[in-house]
């Protein structure tokens, strides 16, 4: 009968709920804290966010197993502007947006009507991926659940971001921010199409000048304006003359308009073709000498001023570019200009070793390059930045700064040009494409009197460094992520406009902004419990009541009262709050690295004593779909609930966890599916199979499969301990097959007929530590179990203290020898008439595990081993056979370190009696004749081919006839 999987999980998610286990109060036990990075609810889930919290949830029914009191909570994140943008797209009644809703959501569309009022919007989608998450299993405790619009919340966010404003870390000020113009609002990752962070460049505007008139040029070499010897414009493009502030400057149209968001006056005064400006003279702000302005292609209006300096001992396209003049590759220059280009000379102002006289010379030869359109030129230009940049000296040429490195010269020239008023800062973004989410090209603004949350702060960045180094990060590789990012953090937007959210509780014109209210919210989760019975109301929480909660401030009793509750109540929440903090663990997305999860850190130990601050991040990777990236655009969706109904919750947990180690690209395709959905049918029906627990066997295999089941459950836990879900889940589902059926194959060829208390036992352990992963058809296989308690409230199964290495070891010598056997029969394709088999001389066992010895403390040289064992009475047959030294050697050095251990620890092992004993039926069973087996030593021994003498512990000699 085909299992429906969609009834196994409505079956069990009844029964978890009507037993609100997953409800969690402070008890007696240890606790774990695991949270989740909520969502923001504007569309609904699809199954790569499924990953996140799948991990989240396995990690929290681990940890229950192992006898934690865990709490998993859930909340939801309607702070921000991309909802509201939504709405405003309903109410201009936007085809696309709403044909989205209808084919691609599913969203009624009595539902879709009401979608003009943004919170709507968030409120359907919220109800949609609450039931998804229940849909998939995730055992969160609902009770404390909440939205960040609710009144509640809002006092919490009020009374951060006071504290943050009593530290002196919310700080007013002009700052640079990623701007979009349609929307006025600073963007931050979340608010760009493709989410990408806006970072700046800053750039020194030198201004070089023709009387009157201002030539300013962008750059970021300041210290080359000794080596200048022209200005670059490019004759194509239609220059701007603008009044900017007080002066007059010449600069493209797209640097006077980003001017404008950097406080500067602007007025257009005028067009100026570039062509018109060819062969005029310029005068150096800094000293007597005049440059002449020349035509170049590679010169853009969107990078600077749209005007260069030419530094061309330095600058390979400026190098190349005079060449291009001088040899008559740029046509629209007239000859007697030509005639003077030609005298010009390149500057050398830094000495770098490994170049010559004229750096740009050496690399433009090197690489073959013969024009200035050469792509080649972004490499060697890179490539003398970084060599100048860290290993440059300035020479004479420049003056006052001769013999100073350049990597510290650059702030001090700029200081020295701005104290004569001749330059300027301008920024601009690194990435010149960056788009809002409304399509419109962000800039750089230069927000005056805005609020930030001020991360340039040297001591509040140190002390989230103490933290993230105390910290356990998962994967560990992440951790330097986290360094750099602290680096180039600087202030940050917090306040915003327009969106949903709290308002600035001192300045009522701007709202917390989304990455602002979201970063010590997991506090709030202690609380939101008595909020949602409503034991404590919104009104009644105020910051006296807070300081008491967080950190015990004030005087109980006179707090209760001004919040309305009694005392014990109080101290309920309070010891609510004391017993779940801090964070255990916090799971989120790999994009959430360079801002959410530094923020979360940053805000924690800005706001909690250290013995609050988190303990762990884990970070993963995102799900591909057939190997692609999922989007809207590629048509590769598949909403989670969607999923769910057509293949049950736990193959989709299941496929999403099994394809990638944490920091991967999980592949998510139908065959993995498939597969899985056969595995756990297959492991369902072993259950009904195998339900008697039964006795135990003590032959040598019984105790061998219960040494190897306690091994898998050290692997698996070893595993789920790192986060290694991909390899907890491979050791679980597949890594005990090899070893069942090597018993089996044993057990059937003794005929047995006792097993079935070794496979109930098996199957057991191999179905708790599934659990936590597949959660519903877990439940459904230990009750198929004769189980009368559920799974997920068993315990973690327990490697046995001591396993039996003598039996491990007895098990893989009859194994190896049976595949040697094979190997045999198959390269010489004999029907064997008789197997014979020779086991070593029993000072070869003696010297075997001397030499074993002597690998596990350090010693590898067959000499030194074959002078030592010779001296020893019990092993001085060596010197007959000093080759057997170096082969055993060999075999023990060809194994891994672990397997050393575990055969030094079992000792010698009677080979001749476990073959004797054990191999016999094994044999009998895979060719139906006798097995002899002789001692080497053996006198009267059948050995025609003179092979016993080639046998050596673990590796017995065969013959075959
Ligand atoms: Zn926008």
């Avoid at 257009?268 to 292609?297: C, M, N, R, Y």
Wanted: aromatic share 10%.
């Amino acid at each position: 009968m085909e299992l429906s999987w969609n009834q196994v999980d409505e079956k069990w998610r009844s029964k978890w709920h009507d037993a609100k286990d997953f409800e969690t109060d402070p008890n007696d036990k240890p606790k774990k804290f695991i949270t989740v990075a909520y969502p923001y609810p504007n569309s609904p889930q699809h199954i790569g966010h499924g990953r996140t919290y799948t991990l989240a949830d396995v990690h929290s029914r681990y940890y229950r197993m192992k006898g934690f009191n865990v709490l998993f909570p859930m909340g939801f994140h309607y702070t921000g502007t991309p909802i509201l943008g939504m709405s405003k797209r309903v109410q201009a009644n936007d085809v696309e947006l709403i044909e989205a809703f209808k084919t691609l959501y599913n969203v009624p569309e009595d539902k879709i009507k009401e979608f003009v009022d943004p919170v709507k919007i968030a409120d359907y989608f919220h109800e949609e991926i609450k039931t998804g998450m229940i849909e998939m299993g995730y055992s969160i405790d609902w009770r404390r659940e909440f939205t960040t619009i609710i009144p509640a919340y809002q006092k919490f966010i009020e009374w951060q971001f006071r504290i943050l404003k009593d530290k002196n870390l919310i700080v007013q000020g002009n700052h640079p921010v990623g701007w979009c113009p349609n929307d006025q609002n600073p963007v931050s990752q979340h608010d760009t199409l493709g989410d990408v962070e806006p970072d700046f460049t800053e750039y020194i505007v030198i201004k070089f000048n023709i009387e009157d008139e201002i030539i300013p040029v962008a750059t970021l070499r300041p210290e080359t304006l000794f080596g200048v010897t022209n200005l670059w414009i490019n004759p194509e493009i239609v220059y701007k003359k603008v009044k900017v502030d007080e002066e007059t400057w010449i600069i493209s149209a797209e640097c006077a308009y980003k001017l404008e968001f950097l406080n500067k006056k602007i007025e257009i005064i005028e067009d100026i073709l570039g062509s018109e400006l060819i062969g005029k003279q310029v005068h150096s702000p800094t000293s007597e000498d005049e440059f002449l302005i020349l035509p170049a292609s590679f010169v853009t209006s969107t990078t600077g001023t749209g005007i260069v300096m030419s530094v061309p001992a330095h600058a390979p396209y400026d190098f190349q570019a005079l060449e291009d003049i001088k040899n008559g590759n740029q046509r629209d220059v007239e000859d007697s200009l030509r005639n003077v280009v030609r005298k010009i000379q390149p500057i050398t102002i830094i000495a770098t070793e490994g170049f010559g006289d004229i750096p740009s010379l050496d690399v433009i030869k090197r690489m073959g390059i013969t024009n200035q359109d050469d792509p080649k030129l972004e490499d060697a230009t890179k490539e003398i930045y970084s060599k100048e940049f860290y290993e440059g000296k300035l020479n004479s040429n420049a003056g006052e700064f001769a013999d100073k490195k350049i990597t510290f010269v650059k702030e001090e020239v700029k200081e020295w040009i701005s104290k004569t008023g001749k330059s300027d800062i301008m920024l601009e973004l690194t990435n010149e494409s960056v788009k809002c989410r409304c399509g419109t090209k962000c800039v750089v603004k230069l927000l005056n009197n805005q609020w930030f949350l001020d991360y340039a702060n040297k001591e509040w960045k140190e002390r989230a460094r103490e933290c993230f180094e105390s910290m356990n990060i998962l994967p560990n590789d992440i951790r330097t992520e986290f360094f750099n990012v602290l680096d180039w953090l600087r202030e940050r937007a917090c306040a915003r406009q327009h969106g949903l959210g709290t308002k600035v509780p001192w300045d009522n014109d701007w709202l917390v902004e989304s990455l602002a209210d979201s970063v010590i919210y997991m506090s709030f989760y202690t609380m939101a419990k008595f909020v949602n019975s409503g034991e404590i109301l919104a009104e009644n929480m105020s910051d006296e009541f807070f300081n008491y909660i967080f950190y015990g401030n004030g005087d109980s009793e006179i707090i209760a009262k001004g919040a309305k509750i009694t005392t014990e109540k109080l101290e309920e929440i309070r010891n609510e709050f004391l017993y779940f903090y801090p964070v255990d663990s916090r799971h989120s997305g790999r994009d959430l690295v360079p801002n959410h999860l530094t923020f979360f850190v940053l805000n924690h130990v800005a706001i909690f004593p250290k013995e609050n601050w988190p303990k762990e991040i884990v970070v993963n990777g995102s799900v591909l779909m057939d190997g692609k990236k999922m989007s809207k655009s590629m048509g590769n969706i598949i909403p989670l609930r969607d999923a769910v109904r057509k293949y049950g919750a736990d193959p989709i947990r299941l496929s999403i966890l099994i394809s990638a180690e944490l920091l991967q690209d999980a592949d998510f395709n139908v065959e993995i599916i498939s597969s899985i959905k056969n595995k756990l049918e297959s492991m369902l029906e072993e259950c009904i199979k195998f339900n008697n627990p039964g006795n135990i066997g003590i032959e040598p295999e019984d105790i061998w499969i219960q040494s190897r089941l306690s091994k898998l459950i050290s692997e698996v836990t070893d595993s789920m301990e790192k986060m290694r879900l991909r390899e907890s889940l491979h050791h679980i589902l597949y890594g005990f097959d090899s070893d069942l059926q090597w018993y089996m194959k044993r057990a059937n060829a003794k005929n047995r007929d006792d097993i079935s208390g070794v496979l109930n036992k098996v199957i057991s352990i191999r179905v708790s530590m599934l659990s936590p992963f597949a959660p519903h058809i877990a439940e459904e296989m230990w009750e198929k179990l004769g189980n009368s308690d559920m799974v997920s409230k068993s315990s973690w199964p327990k490697e046995e203290e001591q396993t039996d290495d003598r039996a491990i070891q007895n098990e893989s010598l009859l194994s190896s020898v049976m595949n040697d056997i094979s190997n045999i029969t198959k390269v010489t394709k004999i029907t064997p008439k008789k197997i014979i088999i020779y086991t070593s001389d029993n000072w070869k066992s003696k010297a075997y595990h001397k030499i074993l010895n002597g690998v596990i403390s350090g010693e590898t040289n067959v000499g030194a081993f074959i002078k030592e064992l010779i001296l020893q009475k019990e092993t001085e047959n060596v010197k007959k056979d000093p080759d057997f030294v170096k082969k055993t050697l060999k075999d023990i050095l060809s194994e891994p370190t672990e397997l050393r251990r575990t055969k030094m620890r079992a000792g010698e092992i009677d080979e001749s009696k476990i073959i004797s004993n054990e191999l016999s039926s094994l044999i009998e069973t895979d060719y139906g004749i006798k097995l002899q087996v002789f001692s080497e030593n053996d006198s009267e021994k059948y050995d025609p081919k003179n092979k016993a003498r080639m046998a050596r512990p673990y590796k017995p000699a065969i013959l075959i006839e």
